[in-house]
């Protein structure tokens, strides 16, 4: 039986802060997770649909560039993926995981809820450390990302993954273009 919830870290974790997806999957594996799929991916477009699809959750972990950058900054966002002409974020990969995301709603292949953990980058050369900023960012994530997954699969918990339960840190809360954003931690 498939688990009704995936948590999908993408990126590359030789490329610096790009690795933050997979940086979360490996903490939330040592944290162990029952019965919830964890999968790295480097975003490719099908390959994301096929993890999330048919899915109560999917969670996906990702790196930004944003303008102006604030590293270690992280954004939560809530499906509707918002139709907009410009961008103040971009993926750090060559394929946009906002295009998974907007082919998956035309196919009808979108799990129930899809909240995405977007968190700025500094760094994306090549190496095999997150920046300290990412890192500190890729530990508050990992326990986000862990409470809501648990909120998700024990009838107990809080059933709405877009109202999770806190951790610490402090959030803020803005609605954006039917978008509920967040931020975390000691950045605006």
């Given at each position: 039986?498939r688990?009704?919830?995936v948590?999908i870290?993408?990126?590359?974790?030789?490329?610096?802060d790009?690795?933050?997806?997979?940086?979360?999957?490996?903490?939330?594996?040592?944290?162990g997770?029952?019965?919830?799929?964890?999968?790295?991916?480097?975003?490719?477009?099908g390959?994301?649909?096929?993890?999330?699809?048919?899915?109560?959750?999917?969670?996906?972990?990702?790196?930004?560039?944003?303008?102006?950058?604030?590293?270690?900054?992280?954004h939560?966002?809530?499906?509707?993926?918002?139709q907009?002409?410009?961008?103040?974020?971009?993926?750090t990969?060559?394929?946009?995981?906002?295009?998974?995301?907007?082919l998956?709603?035309?196919?009808?292949?979108?799990?129930?809820?899809?909240?995405?953990?977007a968190?700025?980058?500094?760094?994306?050369?090549?190496?095999?450390?997150?920046?300290?900023?990412?890192?500190?960012?890729?530990?508050?994530?990992?326990?986000?990302?862990?409470?809501?997954?648990?909120?998700?699969?024990?009838?107990?918990?809080?059933?709405?993954?877009?109202?999770?339960?806190p951790?610490?840190?402090?959030?803020?809360?803005?609605?954006?273009?039917?978008?509920?954003?967040?931020?975390?931690?000691?950045?605006?």
């Open positions: 039986m688990p009704d919830v948590i870290g993408v990126g590359n974790p030789y490329r610096r790009d690795g933050i997806g997979p940086a979360v999957i490996h903490r939330l594996r040592a944290a997770l029952p019965g919830v799929t964890l999968a790295e991916s480097d975003g490719e477009t390959a994301l649909i096929l993890l999330w699809q048919r899915r109560r959750l999917a969670i996906l972990i990702d790196a930004i560039h944003a303008d102006p950058p604030h590293p270690g900054r992280i939560r966002l809530v499906t509707p993926w918002p907009t002409g410009s961008r103040t974020a971009a993926s990969h060559a394929t946009d995981p906002g295009e998974a995301i907007t998956g709603a035309v196919l009808g292949r979108l799990p129930e809820q899809l909240v995405v953990y968190v700025e980058a500094s760094d994306t050369g090549f190496g095999a450390h997150l920046s300290p900023e990412v890192a500190a960012a890729a530990d508050l994530v990992a326990e986000q990302v862990a409470a809501e997954a648990r909120a998700v699969i024990q009838p107990s918990g809080t059933k709405d993954p877009a109202r999770p339960p951790v610490r840190g402090q959030w803020r809360r803005s609605q954006t273009r039917g978008i509920n954003e967040h931020c975390l931690a000691g950045r605006p």
